[in-house]
């Protein structure tokens, strides 16, 4: 019982920083039908450059934010170089991400080197009816519900952030009464990539990650954002906490090397059972 | 036919491509002999991609499973001429058995589904005794068809040709055929497509799994050639560096596949002498080969979106036709006066 109260939590701590990036991959394909594969890479940045800020002595909280602060410039010039050029389609802009993926990789191995990295989070662990719980895991959680917390409240409340829901709703409407709806997209990137930084921030702790991580973060954050066709962050936040407490229980039942076997398989199923449901007709419609 | 231009290029590449074994280094054959099999993944990944419309980013998923297939049937001390045999026909039928559920899926969720298949085969084999797991597969005997045993790298090297002669004429000959119009309609519309009677489907799950067969008959070669595979010798990355390839050449197109690989191959090979030279930090050629895939990935795919050939093609043709016609009788520009798709 213990056992399975502390696979659970670490379990939904991890789901956590994998709802962190499904919903910047969500909010980005909202508002400008990109599928962002360098989602991960904004996690991979925003990890390693926090520990090297506090390597050179800024303090924790600071360091972090200011790791956060870099995935989301981060974020921008993904976005300038992927729709930032009128009349780049999405399939096309897909691929460009993939190439800014790999130029991440050039310019991240510069800097910090092949080697997986870790910096040190909230230290010690807590105990709840005889399961020892790392205290950096409700740090995670806690971070977590908080910022989509926040992120409601601007999606629905802010000037900025209904403009951003009108784009995602209709952009020729949204064209119409004067938003700018590239600018929008670019706000939505950077949005994104302060998302998937703050997941590389508070994951780096419990699991070390180098520069090539962030092919299974973008795996998994596809996985969870697709159950709500990643257009729904309300649906993205399930399936990542579902995904998160799925590869735990196989991990610490099961055998650990199996645990993305497990995610990647409910991914495709998921992905499998929603085309079953929708004609070609709607999906060229849709374009 | 007269000979035009086009057939005069295609004999000039054929004869530089079979010269080119005899002439090369000992340490070149070896890049050779991988850029020619990545050629072969290329032109059926490029077909997928240019006439189905799919993007693919498990290719060397199949690519793998030839290789396994070879090694394992050579290894059982059967012959290892069923074990090239069996390597496409192995990668075709597995394709076309994940084929029928994948293929539903289009666009971006199937390129995420391919990439999740490779990394969950990935997975798998490197945990399976008979696998091999991490380590793989060592000490795959040389390849012997009817007595002749492939010996050397030039030996090698024309097989890897013979593959690939075989795998651009298979390709040609679909896509000039009626099946390949259909491709190329469904490709644009698949409603369209379905509606004037192309069987989407079945059509999409036959190029899926011919890709994949000329992907598993390379990885046979493969096998043969260097002996071992292993789960570290068909990365995610190498599926990456196959759609690079087929986004630089031009999707669609046989030409764009071989240039494709041909270009990005030397391109390495030229940043790998590069950054091992001497001074040169260790890190230098996976940084320089890193930095080269991201920079040409969008580079061509904001500014040529349709490839390297496609986009030289349709220029040549401006050029020709911009040209008063008096000057050019023989030109079959005349013929076309708008600059055709892009064909093989």
Not at chain 1, 53 to 70: K, W
Request: hydrophobic share 55%; proline share 5%.
């Amino acid at each position: 019982m213990s056992d399975f109260l502390q696979y659970l939590i670490s379990g939904l701590a991890v789901g956590c920083g994998f709802a962190l990036l499904a919903s910047g991959l969500v909010t980005i394909h909202r508002v400008t039908h990109v599928v962002n594969f360098a989602q991960g890479m904004f996690a991979v940045v925003a990890g390693l450059t926090a520990g090297s800020f506090l390597s050179v002595g800024l303090p924790h909280g600071l360091a972090e934010v200011a790791a956060v602060a870099v995935a989301g410039a981060v974020g921008l010039l993904v976005g300038l170089i992927a729709i930032g050029k009128p009349g780049t389609s999405a399939q096309s802009a897909l691929i460009a991400t993939l190439g800014l993926g790999f130029a991440a990789y050039a310019v991240e191995i510069m800097i910090w080197g092949d080697n997986p990295r870790s910096h040190p989070g909230l230290r010690g662990t807590v105990e709840i009816a005889g399961a020892y719980v790392q205290k950096q895991s409700f740090l995670v959680i806690g971070v977590t519900a908080a910022v989509f917390a926040a992120l409601l409240a601007f999606f629905t409340r802010t000037y900025l952030g209904k403009a951003l829901s009108a784009c995602a709703a209709n952009p020729y409407a949204a064209r119409a009464v004067g938003i700018n709806v590239t600018r929008m997209g670019l706000v939505a990137f950077v949005l994104g990539g302060m998302l998937g930084g703050a997941a590389g921030v508070l994951l780096t702790p419990l699991m070390p990650i180098s520069y090539n991580s962030d092919v299974l973060l973008i795996t998994n954050g596809f996985a969870a954002a697709v159950l709500g066709a990643l257009n729904r962050p309300g649906l993205a936040l399930i399936g990542a906490l579902t995904l998160g407490v799925a590869e735990t229980m196989v991990a610490g039942y099961y055998e650990a090397s199996y645990q993305t076997v497990v995610a990647l398989a409910l991914m495709l199923v998921i992905m499998i059972w929603q085309s079953s449901r929708r004609t070609a007709l709607q999906e060229e419609a849709a374009r | 036919m007269k000979p035009s231009p086009r057939w005069a290029a295609a004999a000039a590449v054929c004869a530089a491509a079979l010269l080119a074994p005899l002439l090369l280094s000992e340490t070149q054959l070896p890049v050779y002999i991988v850029l020619v099999l990545a050629a072969c993944v290329v032109t059926g990944l490029s077909m997928l991609m240019g006439y189905a419309g799919q993007v693919s980013l498990g290719q060397a998923a199949f690519f793998m499973i030839g290789g396994y297939t070879a090694a394992l049937i050579a290894l059982e001390e059967l012959p290892t001429w069923l074990g090239l045999a069996a390597s496409p026909l192995v990668a075709a039928v597995l394709a076309a058995v994940i084929g029928v559920p994948l293929l539903r899926l289009r666009g971006h969720q199937l390129a995420f589904a391919t990439l999740a298949v490779q990394l969950i085969l990935l997975n798998l084999v490197g945990q399976q005794e008979w696998t091999g797991g991490d380590i793989g597969l060592q000490g795959v005997p040389r390849l012997a068809i009817g007595g002749y045993e492939f010996a050397d790298d030039v030996a090698y090297a024309y097989l890897a040709l013979a593959v690939l002669g075989l795998t651009v004429l298979i390709t040609r000959n679909i896509v000039k055929s009626r099946p390949g119009r259909g491709l190329r309609a469904l490709a644009t519309s698949e409603v369209a497509a379905e509606s004037s009677g192309v069987p989407v489907a079945g059509y999409k799950l036959a190029v899926f799994s011919l890709s994949a067969g000329f992907a598993g008959l390379a990885g046979g070669v493969y096998a043969f050639y260097f002996g071992y595979v292993a789960p570290s010798s068909f990365p995610v990355l190498l599926s990456f560096e196959y759609v690079v390839m087929v986004v630089v050449g031009g999707a669609g197109t046989i030409y764009g596949a071989l240039v494709g690989a041909t270009a990005v191959t030397l391109l390495l090979q030229l940043l790998n002498n590069i950054g091992t030279m001497e001074g040169m930090p260790a890190a230098a050629p996976t940084v320089l080969s890193y930095a080269v895939y991201g920079v040409l990935l969008v580079l061509v795919v904001l500014f040529m979106p349709r490839g390297l050939v496609p986009t030289a093609a349709a220029w040549w043709e401006r050029r020709r036709s911009a040209r008063p016609r008096g000057d050019d009788p023989a030109s079959d520009g005349a013929e076309r006066p708008a600059p055709a798709p892009a064909s093989v």
